[in-house]
C-alpha cells in the first residue's frame, strides 16, 4: 500500500466543515419546529424579543424558546443583541420564513429535507437489496413539504412566466380548452391555472390516494370545482384524451416508466398539442450540478425519488439531476419529435415538448 501524507491544516479544516454540516443537520429540525410552533410567525416584525415574551406568544415552554433561539442566532437566522438579551428576526428572514406567497419562502424545503432524512434506515437497506421506497410510504412531513415548496414558486411563474413561453398555449388556455395535470399531488399547480383560466377545464392525476383527496378538497375550497376533477391513477393509465395541453410539475423523474407515462401523454394530445414538463434545474454533466442546488437536488434522489421510482414497475430512476439531454430521450423515446426550453428558474427547467 501507498502511505499518503496527510496535510494536517487541510484536515481541521475539514472537520470544521463537517461541524457546520452537523449544525446544518440539526437546524433543519430547528426551522421545522419554529414554522410549526409559530416562532418566526411570532418575531416577524416583533422587535427586540425576550425568550420569555416569545413563548408567552406562541404559548410554549421558555426554555425550549431560549435554546431555540440561542441556536437560530448561532446560525445567521435571527440577530441577538447581548446588551438586551433579545433577539430579532431581520425582514429579509421574515420574508423567506413566514409569507407563504413568497417565491423565496423556505420552510417547506427544510420539512420536505426533514421528512426525508426521516426515511435514511430505510434507504439504507433499499440501497443494499436495490429495492425501492413509495411515495406513500413517506410520511406527511414529505407530502406537505413537498407542496409547500413549489407551491411558492408556481405562483410566482407558472400564469405570469412558463405558460406563455409556450408557443400558442396562452391563447388557447384563454380561449377555452381541456387541460390534463399528470402527477398533480395535492393539486397546487392544477388549482392555480384553474383560477388563471376560467374557461378551461382541467383534470388532474396522482397514484397517491391521499393526495387527491387532499387536492379535491382545495379545489372545492378554491371554488373551482366545477371545472377541475381529480382522480386516482398512474401517469402512464390517467382517464381521457384531446387535451391540448398535458402538464407534468416535478415528476417525470419520480416515475418508474418516464417512457410509458411519455407515450401515453402522446397519445392523450391533439395532433397539436403540448406536454409541458417542468423539471429540477440540473445541467446534463454530474459536474454542472455541483453547486449548492444541485447539491440539495441529489440528496434528494439518493433519499427519496430514485427509490420511489425503484418501487414502481420498470423503475427507470432518471434523478432529480436527470438534466435536459435525458428528458429529450424520454421525450423522443415516446414518440414526440420536438423539444424545447421554453423557461427557467434558480430551481426549475421547463421544456416544451410537441409531436
Not at 432524512?117 to 413537498?146: F, K, M, P, Y
Not at 400564469?159 to 409556450?166: C, D, K, R, S, T
Not at 388557447?172 to 376560467?198: E, N, W, Y
Not at 430514485?306 to 427507470?316: C, E, I, K, M, R
Request: some cysteine; aromatic content about 8%.
Amino acid at each position: 500500500m501507498t502511505t499518503v501524507a496527510v496535510d494536517m491544516d487541510k484536515l481541521m479544516a475539514f472537520v470544521g466543515q463537517a461541524v457546520g454540516e452537523v449544525g446544518a443537520t440539526l437546524n433543519a429540525g430547528l426551522v421545522v419546529m419554529g414554522d410549526k410552533l409559530g416562532y418566526y410567525r411570532a418575531l416577524a416584525g416583533a422587535g427586540p424579543t425576550t425568550p420569555a415574551e416569545l413563548a408567552e406568544r406562541t404559548g410554549t415552554s421558555e426554555r425550549y424558546a431560549r435554546e431555540w433561539l440561542n441556536a437560530q442566532a448561532a446560525g445567521g437566522f435571527v440577530e441577538y443583541d447581548p446588551a438586551t438579551a433579545t433577539y430579532v428576526l431581520p425582514p429579509e428572514q421574515a420574508v423567506a420564513l413566514t409569507d407563504e406567497n413568497s417565491p423565496a419562502f423556505l420552510p417547506g424545503f427544510f420539512q420536505i429535507a426533514l421528512g426525508t432524512v426521516d426515511h435514511t434506515n430505510q434507504t439504507i437497506e433499499a440501497a443494499r437489496s436495490g429495492a425501492g421506497i413509495g411515495w406513500h410510504e413517506h410520511n406527511s412531513d414529505v407530502h406537505l413539504g413537498c407542496e409547500r415548496f413549489f407551491r411558492p414558486g408556481y405562483n410566482a411563474n407558472l400564469v405570469a412566466g412558463w405558460l406563455p413561453a409556450l408557443e400558442g398555449v396562452g391563447q388557447k388556455l384563454q380561449d377555452g380548452v381541456r387541460v390534463a395535470d399528470i402527477g398533480c399531488g395535492h393539486g397546487s399547480s392544477t388549482i392555480l391555472m384553474a383560477q388563471a383560466f376560467p374557461r378551461s377545464t382541467f383534470s388532474g392525476s396522482d397514484y397517491h390516494p391521499e393526495s387527491i383527496e387532499t387536492a379535491r378538497r382545495r379545489a372545492e375550497e378554491a371554488g373551482v370545482a366545477d371545472r377541475v376533477s381529480f382522480e386516482v391513477a398512474p401517469a402512464t393509465a390517467y382517464s381521457g384524451s384531446g387535451f391540448e395541453l398535458v402538464t407534468t410539475f416535478d415528476a417525470l423523474h419520480d416515475m418508474g416508466d418516464p417512457v410509458g407515462a411519455a407515450r401515453h401523454v402522446r397519445e392523450s394530445l391533439t395532433p397539436d398539442g403540448t406536454w409541458m414538463v417542468v423539471e429540477p434545474m440540473a445541467g446534463d454533466k454530474v459536474e454542472d450540478n455541483l453547486n449548492p442546488v444541485g447539491r440539495a437536488y441529489y440528496g434528494f434522489s439518493t433519499l427519496l425519488c430514485t427509490p420511489g421510482s425503484l418501487s414502481q414497475d420498470v423503475g427507470l430512476a432518471l434523478g432529480t439531476q436527470a438534466g435536459p439531454a435525458r428528458i429529450r430521450d424520454v421525450t423522443k423515446a415516446a414518440g414526440f419529435s420536438r423539444f424545447r426550453t421554453a423557461a427557467e428558474t434558480p430551481f426549475n427547467l421547463v421544456f416544451e415538448v410537441r409531436p
